[in-house]
């Protein structure tokens, strides 16, 4: 996928269907709209693009971290990300002057598609209903789509950082569509796991929401294979310190350099709690049966 920041490096593309948006998460509702606007540019032989803001217009704190946003949308098939830097001179611009000089004239958008509440412009001055009546000056269709809902509420950012947050996969999963993941790099460690002879790949999430500390049944990204895994996330309070909490993957039957490689991890279920144990042979022992358990899970 095409990743373009700022309106001057836009490019043309043929007939571009384009859905607008944060898309943060890629919750259930962006993929409906993600997964529409590669079906209609497929339909008009076009090409599906995503116009997007960073950072988050209202200043919301984001469920994925800029890069895993791109992961997602680019794995749904888009082509092309537009992204608009949301500066002080950005927010200030008319929603005409967005629409004739944005949506029009640099990306000649034949379909547009937006969320119902979808606002932007000065002030938050315009709507779905200008989108409407530029469409036909401005050449493009347009289709609106209706707010998702979980649990007869509408699925927000808020309702899903939440849920993960208290470790409540099986609701984030629904208001996702997909199972909660966590992105970033894989750094250098300690090499605690190695010494209790489980190896593994300490990853440097982009400030994304993880969930609580504990073990996990994962799968996770090696160059672009899943590969089943066990994910610890906590504090090593085994070893007596204090620390901010890390994120380890264990691949099973895996052997390579990852380090500085991007990593993303699919939480498929919570084995265990975080626990102190007496003795790092034991917490050696412990780790054995969740191994044992997450190849169970995942099989």
Same mark, same amino acid.
């Given at each position: 996928?095409?990743?373009?920041?700022?309106?001057?490096?836009?490019?043309?593309?043929?007939?571009?269907?384009?859905?607008?948006?944060?898309?943060?998460?890629?919750?259930?509702?962006?993929?409906?709209?993600?997964?529409?606007?590669?079906?209609?540019?497929?339909?008009?032989?076009?090409? @599906?693009?995503?116009?997007?803001?960073?950072?988050?217009?209202?200043?919301?704190?984001?469920?994925?971290?800029?890069?895993?946003? %791109?992961?997602?949308?680019?794995?749904?098939?888009?082509?092309?990300?537009?992204? %608009?830097?949301?500066?002080?001179?950005?927010?200030?611009?008319?929603?005409?002057?967005?629409?004739?000089?944005?949506?029009?004239?640099?990306?000649?958008?034949?379909?547009?598609?937006?969320?119902?509440?979808?606002?932007?412009?000065?002030?938050?001055?315009?709507?779905? *209903?200008?989108?409407?009546?530029?469409?036909? @000056?401005?050449?493009? *269709?347009?289709?609106?789509?209706?707010?998702?809902?979980?649990?007869?509420?509408?699925?927000?950012?808020?309702?899903?950082?939440?849920?993960?947050?208290?470790?409540?996969?099986?609701?984030?999963?629904? %208001?996702?569509?997909?199972?909660?993941?966590?992105?970033?790099?894989?750094?250098?460690?300690?090499?605690?796991?190695?010494?209790?002879?489980?190896?593994?790949?300490?990853?440097? @999430?982009?400030?994304?929401?993880?969930?609580?500390?504990?073990?996990? *049944?994962?799968?996770?990204?090696?160059?672009?294979?899943?590969?089943?895994?066990?994910?610890?996330?906590?504090?090593?309070?085994?070893?007596?310190?204090?620390?901010?909490?890390?994120?380890?993957?264990?691949?099973?039957?895996?052997?390579?350099?990852?380090?500085?490689?991007? %990593?993303?991890?699919?939480?498929?279920?919570?084995?265990?709690?975080?626990?102190?144990?007496?003795?790092?042979?034991?917490?050696?022992?412990?780790?054995?049966?969740?191994?044992?358990?997450?190849?169970?899970?995942?099989?």
């Amino acid at each position: 996928m095409d990743i373009i920041r700022g309106i001057r490096n836009i490019r043309k593309y043929p007939r571009p269907v384009v859905a607008i948006g944060v898309f943060d998460g890629v919750h259930a509702g962006h993929r409906r709209i993600l997964e529409f606007c590669v079906a209609e540019a497929r339909r008009i032989h076009g090409t @599906p693009i995503v116009l997007t803001f960073d950072p988050h217009p209202q200043k919301e704190e984001s469920i994925y971290s800029f890069d895993h946003r %791109m992961t997602l949308i680019s794995g749904l098939g888009v082509k092309a990300c537009v992204v %608009m830097r949301f500066t002080r001179r950005f927010a200030g611009m008319g929603a005409e002057d967005f629409i004739r000089k944005i949506i029009h004239g640099a990306l000649g958008a034949r379909h547009v598609l937006v969320g119902a509440n979808f606002r932007f412009g000065a002030k938050l001055s315009g709507g779905t *209903a200008t989108l409407r009546s530029f469409a036909r @000056p401005c050449g493009y *269709a347009l289709t609106v789509f209706p707010t998702a809902k979980f649990a007869g509420r509408t699925i927000s950012s808020t309702r899903i950082r939440r849920a993960i947050s208290r470790g409540d996969l099986v609701r984030a999963r629904a %208001m996702l569509a997909g199972e909660v993941s966590v992105f970033g790099t894989v750094t250098g460690g300690r090499a605690v796991g190695r010494m209790l002879g489980f190896p593994t790949a300490n990853i440097n @999430p982009h400030h994304e929401v993880l969930p609580p500390p504990g073990i996990y *049944a994962v799968r996770a990204s090696v160059e672009k294979k899943w590969k089943p895994a066990v994910c610890y996330i906590g504090t090593r309070p085994t070893f007596g310190t204090k620390s901010a909490p890390v994120v380890e993957v264990h691949l099973f039957n895996f052997s390579g350099d990852l380090y500085g490689k991007p %990593m993303e991890v699919r939480f498929v279920r919570k084995i265990r709690g975080e626990k102190k144990f007496p003795s790092p042979a034991i917490l050696s022992a412990h780790i054995k049966k969740d191994i044992s358990r997450a190849k169970k899970i995942l099989s």
